[in-house]
Every structure is written in structure tokens, then in C-alpha cells.
């Protein structure tokens, strides 16, 4: 008995808060609303949401509607934008999801002769998004998640594209650029700059400086990779980067990059997708496509 309108309502009261901002969101009267949702309750037996002055709090049994609606309404809403771009002529759409911010810069490698191969495929890339990256693959609101973090679902497969150094980058006149390699009591007198993640994704210290019980001076963080590197580069910190994404960069005469540790920290970019027959007809041909690319470049 619970259709589709249902978990519409129950997602938009527990983004709302209230029934009068739910229903102009969903272009319901608040009547039709509130009709629509007694039926369920009186179906069922069991209330869904109760009152706190003028706002609406769900109840258990309207947490367990919600969490329905958020795993199956992004599907009904990609469906639909498909079938709509299937009438306009067009093939579709592929959402890429990322969780490395430096990656993007390799993405774009990948992306451009992707969109010469199919004009009538579009990209959309969402560089920070506030869920969690695996649960927005799973729930169908992204096609492919760029991870060098990988972690296991049934319903997921990952792909290996290229392993690559994290290392340490300072300016080329640095103390450190003496050394052959860097340890975590190296930065303890250190200016960090990051990107705005949590410690917990950042491998200089997952990797480095907390299994060594280490930490640093300071720690700032930075949105984007040229600031980042040309704060480096002016001598106001030290950073932790793909070694490859450092010789590309720019900047790359003015920085120097050191291992971190003797052995360095190696990790790998994978590309994670749901297992399930490629419905789009494209994803795994963006796959193949990354994978030629890292070997072509490797």
C-alpha cells in the first residue's frame, strides 16, 4: 500500500519540517497532504509523525518510510531524466562521483576523449558531496565512484585504474629536501595544508603520522590544489599529494617531493560501480576507457 507520492511526502516533511513547507514543495495542498498520509497511517496503524509545535518529527515507523524513499526515489528520478533524454535524442547521462579531491585533475584526462567517443552522452561531476559516496552509489544518484579508499558491498564492484606515491611537498629550498625520505617526527615542527576532509580520509595521517603517534605544528586547509601548491611553493606550509599530480603541476621547479617514510605510501585509484548489467551502455566503456589512458600514461 505504499506507493510512490507516500515517500515523497515523507521526504519532504523530514526536509521541511513542517506540513505547510512540505506541501509547497511538492505543489500539494496541505490538505491533499495531510489526506494522503492518514490513509497510510490508518492502513498500517501506526503513526508516522508527530508534532512539536508547528513542526513535524518523524517517528520510528516514518524513519523506517524515509530510509525506503531515500534508496528508491533517486532511482524513479534517474529513470525519468533518462527516458527524458532518450525523447530529446540524447543517450544519457553518466554521474561521477568523487572522493579524492587531487583526482579530479586526472579525471579530466579521461573525461574529454569520453565525450568525443559519445556526443550524446553528457558527464556530470560531483567533486564534494555531503553523503557518502558509497551509499550514493548504491542509492543510484551517482553511475561511478572515484576512490582510492575502497569499501566492500555486495552490490559493488571496484576496478583498479593506477597506483601512484603519496608523498610530501615543500618548497625546493625546504630543511627536509636534504633528506632521502621523511618520518613522522619530521613534522612536528610543520605547517600542514590539507584539503578540507576529515582526518580519517587523509592518508598523511591515517598512513603516517598517527600510526606513529605524531602530529603536526599546524593544520590548514585549502579547497583547491593550486592554492594549495602555491602556498607550498611560497615557503607557508607543507603538503601530502599524488607524486604525479605534483610533476605535473605548474609550480612543479619550485617544489621538491619527498617519500614518506622509507618505503612511502602507495595507494590506488579505483573506479566503483554497481555490479548489476550496465543499464546506461557506457559505464563500462568509461572503465576501459580509464584504464587504457593509466596504461598509455603509466
Not at 8 to 17: L, P, T
Not at 46 to 55: A, E, F, I, S, Y
Not at 131 to 150: E, K, M, R, S
Amino acid at each position: 500500500m505504499i506507493d510512490r507520492q507516500h515517500l515523497r511526502i515523507v521526504r519532504a516533511i523530514d526536509a521541511e519540517g513542517t506540513m505547510t513547507e512540505a506541501a509547497k514543495s511538492l505543489f500539494l495542498t496541505q490538505s491533499a497532504l495531510s489526506h494522503a498520509m492518514k490513509k497510510l497511517e490508518a492502513h498500517f496503524d501506526v503513526p508516522l509523525w508527530k508534532k512539536d509545535g508547528r513542526r513535524l518529527t518523524l517517528t520510528q515507523a516514518g524513519q523506517s518510510v524515509l530510509g525506503l524513499a531515500h534508496r528508491v526515489l533517486p532511482q524513479f528520478e534517474h529513470t525519468e531524466a533518462q527516458l527524458r533524454r532518450f525523447a530529446d535524442g540524447k543517450q544519457g547521462i553518466l554521474r561521477i562521483g568523487m572522493e579524492c579531491y587531487p583526482c579530479f585533475e586526472w579525471l579530466l584526462k579521461v573525461v574529454a576523449p569520453f565525450l568525443k567517443a559519445f556526443p550524446d552522452v553528457d558527464v556530470d561531476v560531483r567533486r564534494a558531496f555531503s553523503f557518502g559516496g558509497l551509499q550514493a552509489l548504491h542509492g543510484y544518484d551517482i553511475d561511478i565512484l572515484l576512490t582510492p579508499d575502497p569499501l566492500s558491498l555486495e552490490t559493488i564492484t571496484y576496478t583498479p585504474v593506477f597506483e601512484y606515491e603519496q608523498v610530501l611537498v615543500m618548497d625546493k629550498h625546504h630543511p627536509l629536501a636534504e633528506k632521502p625520505f621523511v618520518t613522522p617526527k619530521d613534522l612536528s615542527n610543520e605547517t600542514l595544508i590539507t584539503y578540507p576532509v576529515e582526518l580519517s580520509r587523509l592518508d598523511v595521517f591515517t598512513h603516517f603520522l598517527t600510526p606513529a603517534n605524531c602530529t603536526v605544528r599546524q593544520h590548514k586547509t585549502i579547497e583547491t590544489t593550486e592554492i594549495i601548491l602555491q602556498m607550498v611553493a611560497a615557503g607557508r606550509g607543507v603538503t601530502a599529494l599524488p607524486k604525479w599530480l605534483v610533476e605535473e603541476a605548474k609550480e612543479s621547479e619550485l617544489l621538491c617531493t619527498k617519500s614518506m617514510g622509507e618505503a612511502g605510501v602507495t595507494k590506488t585509484l579505483y573506479l566503483g560501480h554497481r555490479k548489476a548489467t550496465d543499464a546506461l551502455g557506457f559505464v563500462d566503456d568509461f572503465i576501459t576507457m580509464s584504464q587504457t589512458l593509466s596504461l598509455s600514461t603509466s
